[in-house]
T-cell receptor, first 116, second 110 residues
Framework: DTGVSQDPRHKITKRGQNVTFRCDPI?????LYWYRQTLGQGPEFLTY????????KSRLLSDRFSAERPKGSFSTLEIQRTEQGDSAMYLC??????????????FGEGSRLTVL | DAKTTQPPSMDCAEGRAANLPCNHS???????VYWYRQIHSQGPQYIIH???NNETNEMASLIITEDRKSSTLILPHATLRDTAVYYC???????????FGKGTHLIIQP
């Protein structure tokens, strides 16, 4: 399967704990995006990378959130000191910009976080 | 401020064409219109995109008005599996353009 994969698919944690999500994009894609989605809402943009460079962050990305894409391939999203309001689906997407790419985003199935 | 406006929900009978409108009156000259859909409990799925010409692929057709201030996504023969939330977005121009809004919840009735 060459789609976007995310791990874990589900995570239940207690308030105050740290959690980390991993995203493996489609291999030749140079952009990687993180979104958050709460019930009944559309996906909200968090941040994106062009190769290994983090180019943009949403104001939603508080200082408890950090994302990395160290070698321009997989990415991690870490949430420190989780709060109940962090409970959401965290979606990763990738795209190819330039060359033959037309910019559409390919999404993974998401990682659902529940903070108790 | 939202960059696109869509009706919150629509119904369509199975086998009929589903026409989903989107207003994007603040679109700039080089911004593409993208459509995605999200079936319950899945990640969003790309459908189609266009700049100013009408586009068609195996999933849908996209009609963009001449002034580019609105567009319509057409699913020519809707099936029950087309029940989903459909999002119209303008991905150009910063972080706001990458947020999806609430979309249109399309319900296909048997």
């Amino acid at each position: 399967d060459t789609g976007v994969s995310q791990d874990p698919r589900h995570k239940i944690t207690k308030r105050g704990q740290n959690v980390t999500f991993r995203c493996d994009p489609i291999s030749e894609h140079n952009r990687l995006y993180w979104y958050r989605q709460t019930l009944g809402q559309g996906p909200e943009f968090l941040t994106y990378f062009q190769n290994e460079a983090q180019l943009e962050k949403s104001r939603l990305l508080s200082d408890r959130f950090s994302a990395e894409r160290p070698k321009g391939s997989f990415s991690t999203l870490e949430i420190q000191r989780t709060e109940q309001g962090d409970s959401a689906m965290y979606l990763c997407a990738s795209s190819l910009i330039g060359g033959a790419g037309t910019g559409e985003l390919f999404f993974g199935e998401g990682s659902r976080l529940t903070v108790l | 401020d939202a960059k696109t406006t869509q009706p919150p929900s629509m119904d369509c009978a199975e086998g009929r064409a589903a026409n989903l409108p989107c207003n994007h009156s603040t679109i700039s000259g080089n911004e593409y219109v993208y459509w995605y859909r999200q079936i319950h409990s899945q990640g969003p799925q790309y459908i189609i995109h266009g700049l100013k010409n009408n586009e068609t692929n195996e999933m849908a057709s996209l009609i963009i008005t001449e002034d580019r201030k609105s567009s319509t996504l057409i699913l020519p023969h809707a099936t029950l599996r087309d029940t989903a939330v459909y999002y119209c977005i303008l991905p150009g121009g910063g972080a706001d353009g990458l947020t999806f809004g609430k979309g249109t919840h399309l319900i296909i009735q048997p």
